[in-house]
């Protein structure tokens, strides 16, 4: 059974930086598609960044230039690290999975495996 557990949110100012964990278990880790998604109050859930199991990554044009997304296999732990963060940033984090090698989209809806949220705030 895919397991995923997300830890590193916390409050922070802006122009800070945060980096985000989530360890998984369960699967064959190098064989997912990963994602980290948020979700702020009243908005849908959207995608942030991707990274499939040969290390290529995607991100949403929003946190492009500011955050990074990195995994080791190791560890079967995937990494958000979050610097320049602004208030619009605000939101509660998640990692994801999917089943196959590649990422295909940034889209939620893509994504069948799902870790808790943590949640990150970002004070102006």
């Known amino acids: 059974q895919v397991r995923l557990v997300a830890s590193g949110g916390g409050s922070v100012q802006a122009g800070g930086s945060l980096r985000l964990s989530c360890a998984a278990s369960g699967y064959t880790y190098s064989l997912y598609c990963m994602g980290w998604f948020r979700q702020a109050p009243g908005n849908e859930r959207e995608g942030v960044a991707t990274?499939?199991?040969?290390?290529?990554?995607r991100y949403a044009d929003s946190v492009k230039g500011r955050f990074t997304i990195s995994k080791d296999s190791a560890k079967n732990t995937l990494y958000l690290q979050m610097n320049s963060l602004k208030a619009e940033d605000t939101a509660m984090y998640y990692c994801?999975?999917?089943?196959?090698?590649?990422?295909?989209?940034?889209?939620?809806?893509?994504?069948?495996?799902w870790g808790q949220g943590t949640q990150v705030t970002v004070s102006s």
């Open positions: 994801a999975a999917r089943e196959g090698e590649y990422c295909y989209s940034i889209d939620p809806i893509d994504f069948g495996y």
């Open positions: 990274i499939d199991s040969g290390g290529s990554t």
